[in-house]
Structures are given as C-alpha cells and as structure tokens.
C-alpha cells in the first residue's frame, strides 16, 4: 500500500486529511473528514453554521490540532505541527477577526508581512527600503486592488478595504495554499463584487480553501465545492452541479441562505 507521501508524488495534491475528527469532550464538532485538494486547486468549503466548517480550518492550521486523523501538507505529516511551522512551509490563512495594524498605512501592513516571512523581524522604525521586499509589497498592492489607498492608515479603511487588505496579507512570502476564513463576511455587494474579481485574479499556481456562507460567492471562485453537513461530509462537485443540488439548496434554505 502507498504511503501519503508516495501517493503526493503520484498525484501531486496539497492538502490529504485522513479521518480527521476534532472532538470537544464528547462533542465531536468534525467526525472522520477525509478528502484531498490537488496543488493549484480553488475548493470551496460549504455548510449551515454548525456544521464543522471553522473546526476544519481549525484543525488544518494547527489552531486546534485533531483529535484523531491525518493532516498531509505537499506530502509531509503535519498534524502535530504548531501554526507558524505550517506558515514556514507556506501555509496561509485568514481569520473572521482582524489582525491588521491600524495605526500603519496599508503599504506598511504589506510590507511588514512580507518582512515578516522572508525571515526579517518587525522592524517598523527601521524600515530597510529593500528594494525586493518594496517590488513585493507593490505586487500586493496591485492584486489585491489598494493601490490608490496605499498610504491610507488601516483605521480609515472600510470593512471591504480592510478584507481586501488581509488577502494581501496572506498572500506575502509565496504561500502555496491559502485558507479563506469566511471572506464576504459583512461586505456591502459592491465591495462582494470586487472581492470576487480579486480571487478570480490571484496567480493560477497559488490553491486556496475558502470557507464562505454566501453562496454565490463561492460558486464564482472555485474549481470544486465540498459540502459539510452537522460536523461530517456530505458530497463534492463542481460549483454547477452543487448549485444544482436539491439536497444542498434544502441546507441553504434551511439556514436562510440560498442561490440564484
């Protein structure tokens, strides 16, 4: 039988959970979850509140460890691993709170991430103009649309900004898969709109994960849909066949949130 790292090199996939259960006593808040996402692949993952989407995440970033299972990261055994180990080996996510400098400008934030990553410490008085951290703290800024507010301080920024803004964030330092922590959350429709123009327009070869309760949103931005259901999964698809889906839509109508 092939081990997960044999069947990496075969396959080439990111992320590998193996019957990962996360349980809080005898609350099992995620139960068995396996699947695979290959590297470069856009997954949404989607369920009602409650059913085990922030645990996952949870779990996969180290944040809270699984009880149980396997979590392969490019075909290495990471499920012990601390946060910032993932982060090391090009792990990103993002999180429904913010954790941005507010007093900083925008350029700033940007640039201390990807200070940050590239090894350097925090050094915001002795900002080293190092021409190849500001070359990528302007790719950024560019991709993440901010440009035009980059020496606007984060306190002034809107929600949407703000959003806008800690994608950048984790997109510092080459990450080769990002998980997106409900990244609608709270935006207007207009600042929905340019936030799906951002994720359709981020570099092919960078996967991510996004947990998202809108709907119309996720279905927009992926490659392939995985379905939650009360802490287990119920089915995988493309956007088409999941917004299709009678079982899917009676979820999403049960917890108010629907498609087209």
């Known amino acids: 039988m092939l ?30 979850v396996t699947f695979s996402v290959p590297a470069g692949e856009r997954r949404a993952v989607l369920g009602a509140n409650g059913a085990g989407k922030t645990t996952l995440f ?38 429904q709170s913010s954790l941005l400098f507010r007093e900083l400008s925008v350029r700033d934030n940007l640039y201390l991430a990807t200070q940050g990553i590239s090894g350097g410490r925090f050094s915001v008085l002795r ?31 809107s929600h949407g900004q703000q959003r806008q803004l800690e994608v950048g964030m984790a997109l510092a330092g080459a990450p080769r898969l990002i ?12 600042e929905r709109r340019e936030l799906v123009n951002i994720l359709q327009g981020l570099p092919r070869h960078i996967g991510f994960v996004l947990i998202e309760h809108d709907l119309d949103i996720a279905l927009r931005v992926v490659d ?22 009678a079982e899917v839509q009676a979820i999403y109508m049960g917890s108010g949130h629907h498609g087209h």
């Open 58 to 95: 949870n779990a996969i970033t180290g944040d809270f460890p699984p009880t149980a299972g396997r979590v392969m990261f490019f075909g290495e055994d990471i499920t012990r691993l601390p946060p910032y180990e993932r982060i090391r080996r090009g792990m990103r996510r993002t999180y």
């Open 3 to 32: 081990h997960s790292a044999d069947m990496h090199r075969i396959s080439g996939d990111a992320l590998i959970l193996e019957g990962v259960t996360r349980a809080f006593g005898a609350l099992k808040a995620i139960d068995d």
């Open 179 to 190: 998980l997106f922590d409900e990244p609608a959350a709270g935006l207007s429709p207009a």
């Open 127 to 157: 900002r080293r103009d190092d021409d190849a951290l500001l070359a990528a703290t302007q790719i950024l800024l560019d991709l993440v649309h901010l440009d035009h507010l980059s020496e606007m301080p984060v306190s002034l920024l």
């Open 224 to 245: 392939r849909v995985t379905i939650m259901h009360n802490g287990r999964l119920l089915k995988h698809g493309t956007p088409q066949e999941i917004e299709n889906d």
